[in-house]
């Protein structure tokens, strides 16, 4: 046996069990009560510990080129930083140029991660040009192993597409045991509102959030869900903000549709819209599409995660410097790069902010941040639990481990994190990649290019009813 975690509680998405983990050859081999270590190589000690499965983060973008500017965090940085959150795999999004297909956009993806990633990871396709020939592609890419499609409704004149390309894309998803999803916001609506704001001088990060209302959100929710249902495709609706939102997605469910739902912890009230009037521009620090909402919003995405009808929670790291990248906004919001890091912090925050606070149980955590992204994605179960013959990948969580979240203590390259000052108590202390310690009190320890690409399923909606 290449490695014996001993004397931890195994927590699962079904169960939390006192049991050791025999791993061997990347797999894990063994659980059970009692595992001797006499022919162990190396035993790690977890008792007082959780022994959780890797937390997957589904929605990354690492060295993405937006809105003037590439992401700061590659995949050397960006799974650096997700390593030391307790993350093993991350699934990025390739991003379609204008023009190009959707094989160059793996390509020029698979390129930026080969020799960089210290964890493994995968790919949807973001599609932003939607041809017939594009729509031909698809099959092909989920023989790639990406059987999941990101599109915009939002970003008029860049990223978006119009109602009849995601309706004929889904058509096409569907068919191919893909999965479509989206990005709910209302672009033609957006533009309108920033115009105005704009020619009224209403330039401050604020207006990022005052510019692209809850309803945008929910209305493009439920056009998505409605052009999903005339499609007979499974839908996931990415980065959930608004309890709109939420609503259009319960709704849909308990009628029955298949529709998932992501939410990541930028909207689950630690920070809101009032942190946009942070001075010396410091509001830029938030500006992500979806924008924070006010505080009226994240009890009904609590609400939503516990009882299932949101699915998952990932970060949508999206790292811009606030000194230098941000910057380019100073003068008019709509410039200021979108995105938030957060691969880090999505798992100690959650669980600070969930469990210790009574809103979903140690079970629904692992689910929302490891299996159920598995299970959705086409992942499970070689990755998403620890189980005899899936790949051990394992996060080791001390509970009582108490510390504030600050920029000095992240792995990340870009130069903030928005959760700063945030206490908690319970942290990710060490992170196995496929039996191979990555991460140990602080240090992170895996190789650059030890990740690999992991070719994904197509999407077996059986196996995530609920
Ligand atoms: O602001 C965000 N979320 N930026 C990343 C792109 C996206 O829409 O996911
Ligand atoms: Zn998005
Ligand atoms: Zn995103």
Same mark, same amino acid.
């Given at each position: 046996? !290449?490695?014996? *975690?001993? $004397? /931890?509680? @195994? &927590?699962?998405?079904?169960?939390?069990?006192? #049991? !050791?983990?025999? *791993?061997? $050859? /990347?797999? @894990? &081999?063994?659980?059970?009560?009692?595992?001797? #270590?006499?022919?162990?190589?190396?035993?790690?000690?977890?008792?007082?510990?959780?022994?959780?499965?890797? #937390?997957?983060?589904?929605?990354?973008?690492?060295?993405?080129?937006?809105?003037?500017?590439?992401?700061?965090?590659?995949?050397?940085?960006?799974?650096?930083?997700?390593?030391?959150?307790?993350?093993?795999?991350?699934?990025?999004?390739?991003?379609?140029?204008?023009?190009?297909?959707?094989?160059?956009?793996?390509?020029?993806?698979?390129?930026?991660?080969?020799?960089?990633?210290?964890?493994?990871?995968?790919?949807?396709?973001?599609?932003?040009?939607?041809?017939?020939?594009?729509?031909?592609?698809?099959?092909?890419?989920?023989?790639?192993?990406?059987?999941?499609?990101?599109?915009?409704?939002?970003?008029?004149?860049?990223?978006?597409?119009?109602?009849?390309?995601?309706?004929?894309?889904?058509?096409?998803?569907?068919?191919?045991?893909?999965?479509?999803?989206?990005?709910?916001?209302?672009?033609?609506?957006?533009?309108?509102?920033?115009?105005?704001?704009?020619?009224?001088?209403?330039?401050?990060?604020?207006?990022?959030?005052?510019?692209?209302?809850?309803?945008?959100?929910?209305?493009?929710?439920?056009?998505?869900?409605?052009?999903?249902?005339?499609?007979?495709?499974?839908?996931?609706?990415?980065?959930?903000?608004?309890?709109?939102?939420?609503?259009?997605?319960?709704?849909?469910?308990?009628?029955?549709?298949?529709?998932?739902?992501?939410?990541?912890?930028?909207?689950?009230?630690?920070?809101?819209?009032?942190?946009?009037?942070?001075?010396?521009?410091?509001?830029?620090?938030?500006?992500?599409?979806?924008?924070?909402?006010?505080?009226?919003?994240?009890?009904?995405?609590?609400?939503?995660?516990?009882?299932?009808?949101?699915?998952?929670?990932?970060?949508?790291?999206?790292?811009?410097?606030?000194?230098?990248?941000?910057?380019?906004?100073?003068?008019?919001?709509?410039?200021?790069?979108?995105?938030?890091?957060?691969?880090?912090?999505?798992?100690?925050?959650?669980?600070?902010?969930?469990?210790?606070?009574?809103?979903?149980?140690?079970?629904?955590?692992?689910?929302?941040?490891?299996?159920?992204?598995?299970?959705?994605?086409?992942?499970?179960?070689?990755?998403?639990?620890?189980?005899?013959?899936?790949?051990?990948?394992?996060?080791?969580?001390?509970?009582?481990?108490?510390?504030?979240?600050?920029?000095?203590?992240?792995?990340?390259?870009?130069?903030?994190?928005?959760?700063?000052?945030?206490?908690?108590?319970?942290?990710?202390?060490?992170?196995?990649?496929?039996?191979?310690?990555?991460?140990?009190?602080?240090?992170?320890?895996?190789?650059?290019?030890?990740?690999?690409?992991?070719?994904?399923?197509?999407?077996?909606?059986?196996?995530?009813?609920?």
């Amino acid at each position: 046996m !290449d490695l014996l *975690i001993k $004397g /931890g509680t @195994v &927590v699962t998405a079904q169960e939390m069990v006192r #049991a !050791d983990v025999g *791993i061997e $050859g /990347g797999k @894990v &081999v063994e659980v059970a009560s009692h595992i001797d #270590a006499t022919a162990a190589k190396k035993v790690v000690d977890a008792s007082g510990k959780y022994v959780m499965p890797g #937390a997957i983060d589904a929605h990354t973008h690492f060295k993405m080129p937006f809105m003037g500017a590439y992401t700061t965090d590659d995949f050397l940085t960006g799974t650096r930083s997700a390593a030391a959150g307790g993350v093993t795999c991350i699934i990025d999004f390739a991003l379609q140029s204008k023009g190009g297909s959707l094989k160059q956009a793996l390509e020029t993806w698979k390129g930026m991660a080969e020799g960089n990633a210290i964890i493994d990871y995968a790919f949807h396709i973001a599609i932003t040009d939607c041809t017939p020939s594009i729509l031909d592609e698809i099959k092909d890419m989920v023989q790639e192993g990406v059987t999941s499609f990101k599109f915009f409704m939002a970003y008029k004149g860049s990223l978006m597409v119009d109602d009849a390309a995601l309706f004929e894309s889904l058509r096409v998803t569907s068919e191919c045991g893909a999965l479509g999803a989206v990005h709910a916001e209302n672009g033609f609506i957006i533009d309108v509102l920033q115009k105005e704001a704009v020619a009224r001088g209403n330039v401050a990060p604020k207006y990022h959030a005052l510019t692209r209302p809850p309803e945008a959100e929910g209305e493009a929710t439920r056009r998505a869900i409605s052009l999903a249902k005339m499609a007979g495709a499974p839908l996931l609706v990415v980065h959930v903000s608004a309890k709109e939102a939420v609503r259009a997605i319960e709704e849909a469910r308990m009628a029955g549709q298949i529709v998932y739902g992501e939410t990541c912890p930028q909207y689950l009230g630690i920070i809101d819209a009032s942190n946009y009037e942070e001075p010396d521009f410091g509001g830029a620090k938030y500006v992500c599409s979806p924008p924070l909402r006010t505080k009226d919003h994240p009890p009904v995405l609590w609400d939503a995660l516990r009882f299932g009808f949101l699915q998952e929670v990932s970060s949508d790291h999206c790292s811009f410097d606030f000194n230098g990248q941000k910057r380019l906004g100073k003068d008019d919001f709509r410039a200021i790069p979108n995105g938030c890091p957060g691969v880090e912090t999505t798992l100690g925050v959650l669980h600070n902010e969930g469990v210790n606070k009574g809103r979903i149980s140690l079970n629904q955590l692992v689910a929302l941040v490891s299996t159920n992204s598995a299970k959705i994605y086409g992942l499970y179960p070689q990755k998403g639990t620890i189980a005899v013959g899936s790949d051990a990948d394992i996060v080791i969580f001390d509970p009582d481990k108490e510390l504030v979240v600050s920029q000095k203590i992240m792995h990340h390259a870009v130069d903030y994190t928005p959760f700063e000052g945030y206490s908690v108590k319970g942290w990710p202390v060490m992170t196995i990649s496929r039996g191979e310690i990555i991460y140990e009190d602080g240090e992170v320890k895996g190789a650059p290019g030890r990740g690999k690409f992991v070719p994904r399923k197509p999407i077996n909606t059986k196996l995530l009813l609920a």
